[in-house]
């Protein structure tokens, strides 16, 4: 799988409160949500962000909240992956779970700058920052996250193995 | 392999002897809970996967506690979603207006949280039962609806770091202060995927509820969870509150820990945090002149029977500022009462306070004591993220219910060592 597009630059631990606020909560659209996903921080991010771009964040991305609409509300925005340096650790379950890619990058979190070109090679497990010519290595991901990964999404895990345990 | 609480507690409910740091598990689970905002999303990825019933319909837990007694029609809607699902499949542990109140105060409250437990909420502030020594940890709607149907959950074994808690806290300092004490020091990603197991004989010096506020903060230094040893005081708590048998997991004397942190709480001042981070603390003699607006007092934070004690003895015959309006929420229908018959409802209307029902209202910017351009507010909560009570441009300094109390009395950020 391939991607590209934008990238979106914001700092240290960007919080679920930010991502998509508590006021929105009463909705679980995710095209409800995606209107007002990071407008605490950047008003414009909605109108701004076209498919494929990437959000770049530093160190403990989604912190705060267990919300899970934060992830949904990056993925309805059109968002392909999240970059960060690392990730908090609640916000990293929801987005295997839900099928949002993210990866853990110490050199594209620090390099990738606001407005970069970025294209994403899942297969490869590459970053290319077409802006700046330069390339970022994807780590695997342990075997137990790539398990959910190919059964897009934890659901489909879940569902497919109490199938098999049905006998189904 | 020598472990510590927490590697224990899941390892046997992984059905294996040992675990160890970074490992992938799959542990059963004795509690799963889900709140008005959490479980609709919950209940949809579980109606996906096509199993008629639950796992187990006594180890589900709903509370709507979020939004309630419902804010608009979109909340009313939500709670009605989730309302419908528990009397569907029987839910026995769901709690409606009436004998509800915060989750982290209910679920203890009522005996459903023992020690040795693994729990998982759609909420981040699930750490809190670690006060009773269970592991407990916050997901997503997600995972919550994955284990309405397994009953089991997925987990990274985490590595931990020891808190040692030496000496006694001075008179107004109380959980919050250490926790807000302890983030300040390591930051909000400083125990990130780690285990805070709190040591030593200073805990033997906090109340049940300062250890609940303790736990319920893990989360703000980015930990998966916090955990207390199991003592006298645990044990007279759960024997007042659950019929559940339950088993004390104690750690080995060689459990490896990622780092070890000694805390001196009789050293800990009144802490307060600054916008826009928990970690950006400040000691109550280096706040200076913060003007505010609101006081919240309560949340699954603060809301227990002992932080309406603390805050009715700072409020007791005094006067709140005619411009703080003071908003006091105890967190369950049970410490209401507790709070009625004490007395100490009384000393917060006559000191000019409002008192409301049970809510997480305030705390998320939801309902009932939203910030308006501007504004400050001291508030007994756990987050102060840009607009976490309100407008963008608000503000939240976190403090504990005695420096919130002192606050709403002089107008501003105060020390209850001035005012008593």
Known sequence: ?168 | MAMTMTQKILAEHAGLTEVYPGQFIEARLDMVLGNDITAPVAIKEFEKIGVKDVFDKTKIALVPDHFTPNKDIKSAQQCKAMREFAWEKEIENYFEIGEMGIEHALLPEKGLVVPGDVVIGADSHTCTYGALGAFSTGVGSTDMGAAMALGKCWFKVPEAIEFELIGKPTKWVSGKDIILHIIGKIGVDGARYKSMEFTGDGVANLSMDDRFTIANMAIEAGAKNGIFEVDDKTLEYVKEHSKRDFKIYKRDPDAEYSEKITIDLSTIRPTVSFPHSPDNTRTIDEVGDIEIDQVVIGSCTNGRIDDLRIAAKVLKGKKINRRVRTIIFPATQNIYLKAMEEGLLKIFIEAGAVVSTPTCGPCLGGHMGILAEGERAVATTNRNFVGRMGHQSSEVYLASPAVAAASAVMGKIANPEDLI
Request: aromatic letters at 8%; a negative charge.
């Open chain 1, 1 to 168: 799988m391939k991607t590209k597009g934008k990238a979106f630059k914001y700092g240290d631990n960007i919080d679920t409160d930010v991502i998509i606020p508590a006021r929105y909560l009463m909705s679980f659209d995710p095209q409800e949500l995606k209107k007002h996903c990071m407008e605490d921080i950047d008003k414009d991010f909605a109108k701004k962000v076209k498919p494929g771009d990437v959000i770049v964040g530093r160190k403990n991305f989604g912190c705060g909240s267990s919300r899970e609409h934060a992830p949904i509300a990056i993925k309805a925005s059109g968002v392909s992956c999240v970059i960060a340096e690392s990730f908090a650790r609640i916000f990293y379950r929801n987005s295997f779970n839900i099928g949002l890619p993210i990866v853990e990058s110490k050199e594209a979190s620090e390099r990738i700058d606001a407005g970069d070109e970025i294209e994403i090679d899942f297969s490869e497990g590459e970053i290319k920052n077409i802006t700046k010519d330069e390339v970022y290595r994807i780590e695997a991901y342990p075997e137990f996250i790539q398990n959910i990964i190919s059964n897009n999404g934890l659901i489909n895990y879940v569902a497919e193995r109490i199938g098999k345990e049905n006998g189904l």
